[in-house]
């Protein structure tokens, strides 16, 4: 099996021994923030944190998997890779660029083979200031009797309600009012939370830990589920700002896309976890995307994800019918091929290898 085959995962236990051993090979401390709860097989789940650099150098960059618990399977797989690969890490420190990786920002739904995590919440919708009036999707509200039946497989009377709803309103319009994040029903699709996660907690102290004393930092958050398969879309992943958008694209090219303008095939999204790097390094130029792999055709992901709520809220659901839910899920995340894998390592390196090309001009 080639180095790249064998970077990635058949389970979470796997991908963090993965993780672990590549940065004992690299001859790297791993920093352990263990989540409260066990995996699905019963082992110890954590946020794992390798920095390779010095602790005041002025360039950090991030890259960080698993914001959706099983996108894991996916981000696990590059990071390990890239802790293996010696040219790569000579080229940041040579560029004199700290790298630091956080692997399984949510552990639970890497291990139990969710997006969400043990709160049914939706990180990438967490980041908010709970002191103000959260955001209200009125539209989700709309689908949400649609989006999780009483039966599962959906019979065909629930077929025939959504496949009206995106005749009549789009795929654009359907996938907004899901996707874009809610606050009101907590065992809902994309529920953001009515305050912040046991991942959004520690991301923060690992950002103020170890971005206070950069003065630029970047930032490569891995997922998967839109766009065509193995294609890695870059989307810009900051404020909406002309100068860090013109960076992003003087880094990573003119095809960065961007939730502000419309460019991208994700919705437009709020409390965003990327927004932390203002809040906990106010001192730093700021510059991230998200690296979106696509996977399978956007109906059948919403489907995968309609099937992992029903099946969590509904325990008593057979052996059989588990299995292929789960099945389904991970279909929707992760293609296990080895092209697919490898069209994903090499994308990911080069994006990597573009930022810190990026940070060491600034």
Request: aromatic share 8%.
């Amino acid at each position: 099996m080639s180095s790249v085959q064998n970077a990635f995962p058949k389970s979470y236990a796997q991908a963090r021994q993965k993780f672990l051993d590549a940065a004992a090979a690299a001859g790297l401390q791993v920093q352990s923030h263990a989540h409260p709860l066990p995996g699905r097989d019963g082992e110890s789940l954590a946020m794992d944190v390798v920095r390779e650099g010095p602790a005041d150098a002025k360039n950090l960059l991030v890259i960080s998997s698993a914001c959706h618990g099983v996108e894991g399977y996916c981000g696990s797989g590059v990071q390990v890779h890239a802790l293996h690969d010696a040219a790569w890490r000579q080229a940041a420190r040579e560029a004199g660029v700290a790298v630091l990786y956080i692997h399984a920002l949510n552990p639970h739904g890497f291990s139990h083979v969710r997006r969400v995590t043990h709160e049914n919440v939706d990180i990438n919708r967490n980041f908010h200031d709970y002191s103000q009036p959260l955001p209200v999707n009125t539209a989700y509200r709309e689908v949400q009797p649609l989006l999780l039946p009483e039966v599962w497989p959906p019979d065909a009377a629930n077929e025939a309600a959504v496949g009206q709803f995106i005749a009549e309103r789009g795929m654009p319009a359907f996938q907004a009012a899901v996707s874009g994040g809610q606050h009101e029903f907590a065992d809902g699709l994309f529920f953001g939370g009515r305050g912040p996660t046991w991942s959004n907690l520690t991301l923060r102290n690992v950002l103020r830990e170890h971005g206070r004393a950069c003065q630029r930092l970047a930032w490569i958050d891995l997922h998967t589920g839109l766009g065509p398969s193995g294609v890695g879309e870059r989307i810009f992943a900051c404020a909406d700002d002309k100068p860090a958008l013109a960076r992003a694209k003087a880094w990573w090219g003119q095809g960065v896309t961007s939730i502000y303008d419309g460019s991208s095939t994700s919705a437009y999204l709020t409390g965003l976890m990327w927004t932390a790097s203002y809040d906990e390094c106010p001192q730093a130029e700021y510059t991230g995307i998200a690296m979106e792999y696509g996977t399978q055709p956007m109906e059948k992901v919403m489907y995968a994800l309609r099937g992992d709520h029903w099946l969590h809220k509904h325990p008593e659901a057979s052996p059989a019918l588990r299995q292929q839910i789960k099945q389904d899920l991970m279909d929707a995340f992760y293609v296990d091929t080895d092209t697919w894998r490898q069209q994903i390592v090499d994308q990911a390196m080069d994006a990597m290898q573009q930022a810190v090309q990026g940070l060491a001009r600034s």
